[in-house]
Each structure stands twice: as C-alpha cells, then as structure tokens.
C-alpha cells in the first residue's frame, strides 16, 4: 500500500488559530492524525537530545527536528509536509 498523504497540516483547514495569527502555535491547533505524527515526532528528537547531545547549535537544531518529523512519518507510513510552525512545536517541548 502506498504512503498516505496528510492534508491537514493547517490548523482548522488553513485557517489562523482562534487568537489571530501572532498567537504562539498550538498542537491542539491541528487535526488528530497531526498531532499523532507530532506528538511521535517529539519523541524521537527527545530520543536525539538525550543520545546525541542536549544542546545541539541551533542548526542542528533545526535538521534533528526535520529528520524526527520525517522518522515520524515513516512510522506511520504516511508524507507529512512540516511547516515552520510545527517544527517550532517539536522543538519546544522538551520539559
């Protein structure tokens, strides 16, 4: 069976979150499938931080988010197009 593609990377079908677009993205802004892929996605650039190093340069930053996203998809066997507001997401969980 070929890989999915998800459509739904825009929060409520493309339109800006409730409080307007200088509001900080949210997870809760984007569909269920989404917030699967993303929520995985947070798990393996976790999985990065704590193997590789927990205070990469932010360009490597920015391609273990990516490369998470994509591990992402691969798990769930779907394309998944990120965007800059969720790659901002899956770098900014670590608590």
């Known amino acids: 069976m070929p890989p999915t593609q998800s459509t739904a990377?825009?929060?409520?079908?493309?339109?800006?979150p409730a409080g307007g677009l200088k509001s900080r993205p949210k997870?809760?802004?984007?569909?269920?499938?989404?917030?699967?892929?993303?929520?995985?996605a947070i798990q393996?650039?976790?999985?990065?931080?704590?193997?590789?190093?927990?205070?990469?340069?932010?360009?490597?930053?920015?391609?273990?988010?990516?490369s998470a996203w994509d591990l992402s998809c691969q798990f769930y066997g779907t394309k998944a197009i990120h965007n800059p507001?969720?790659?901002?997401?899956a770098s900014d969980?670590?608590?």
Do not use: Q
Request: charged share 25%; with cysteine.
């Open 9 to 16: 990377l825009n929060p409520d079908g493309g339109k800006p």
């Open 85 to 89: 507001s969720i790659l901002k997401l």
């Open 27 to 40: 997870a809760g802004d984007y569909d269920r499938p989404t917030r699967r892929i993303l929520d995985t």
């Open 44 to 66: 393996f650039y976790h999985a990065m931080l704590l193997t590789e190093n927990p205070f990469p340069e932010p360009h490597v930053e920015v391609e273990w988010v990516k």
């Open 93 to 95: 969980c670590f608590v």
